[in-house]
């Protein structure tokens, strides 16, 4: 390995920063610290929930400055990046090119790599040249604006329209006729998603029903990891806005091995080729968004990083020891790894607030925390305060619940749901409707 035959004592002991302040950073910390090789854990910049598996530090994820300066005085051994925004903008780039910093192994890919979240454009190219099954795609910027509003003229709605850079999970349109798809185009040009929708790319409607596949990779071998259905709507029955997602379930009942084998042969199997194709240092998670077809799998998206409410399902359901996992794709034992899942169903609920995800207030003061026992409460959007815990984003937590059906699982994460309060909350109850 690059890192040498150091890092084996190392990784027996060690102390970790983790990046970011959701609902996927509270279920890593907490995984982490059941390891006994977790010898301290420090979570930036944190919410209520990390602060209780670790020490949350007041730092910025995309300050790279302060992380640097933090890693070299605690004498960091290892650093794990939740968000995609400090994947995109070069944070493995920057450690792996400083001499003070370039020991310390960093979860995530380069620059290079988190282009596949970080561009539409470079991901939809990726796909095609690798073959990998995909909608059929156009990209236009301000530049091409007649071509793509006579290209729009040219499809059958529904049309997606996705604004190719990072848009905090917001930058995907899918209108419903020709002319709304022509009035969203203009307006996303014109700054709808800020330089997020400088270039957007126009595909393909495809319908079906959607899940996500995780892959851990250290740019050779792989391995998968549990799968995983997200639910973005804010509405029951799937209706109202895109959110960031508010609830998962954990496994999808329709992705059996048939489906995988398709997924790991056509898709992985070609997207692992293709980093080594070009060459690109990936020693973290691909996310890999996909919709089942008339029983085909194609890829809707890729991120670089592990997804947010997914992770709150996938990381209770691994047995396998976290600091093993993350140690592995930096001393090459990652191929001798075997992948450990609970059989169980996993479910989880979002609590968020009122107003969400639209307009929203913060501050909240959040009660019934100490009635939930049995179930797991992962925090996203919280803050400790001298009053007691209070609401701090739009999604604020994350319940999930273990049942022997997907039926019992979502039923013990509402009951949770109905315990906590806050002013406003609110959650969907329909969580798995599809396969109840």
Known sequence: SEFGTSFQKIFKSMKILLLGSGGREHAFAWKLTQSPKCERLYIAPGNAGTSQCGENVAMQVNDFAAIEAFCIDKKIDMVIVGPEDPLVKGIVNHFRENDALRHIPVVGPDAEGAQLEGSKAFSKKFMMDMNIPTAAYRKFSKNDLQAGLDYIATQTPPIVLKADGLAAGKGVIISPTVEEAQAEFKEMLSGKFGAASETIVIEQFLKGLEFSVFVLTDSKEYKILPVAKDYKKIGEGDTGLNTGGMGAISPPPFVDKTMMDKVE????????????KRNIDYKGFIFIGLIEVEGEPYVIEYNCRMGDPETEVVLPRLKNDMVDLMASLFDESLKSISIKIDPRTAATVMLVSGGYPEKYEKGKKISGLKTIQSNLVFHAGTKETMEGIVT???????????????????GLSLISATKIEFEKKHYRRDIGFEFK
Not at 265 to 276: D, M, Q
Not at 392 to 410: D, I, K, P, Q, W
């Open 265 to 276: 042969s056509r898709i992985i199997k070609p997207t692992i080729e293709g980093l080594k």
């Open 392 to 410: 701090n984003g739009g999604r604020v937590m994350a319940l999930t619940s273990f049942g022997e059906s997907l039926h019992e699982a979502v």
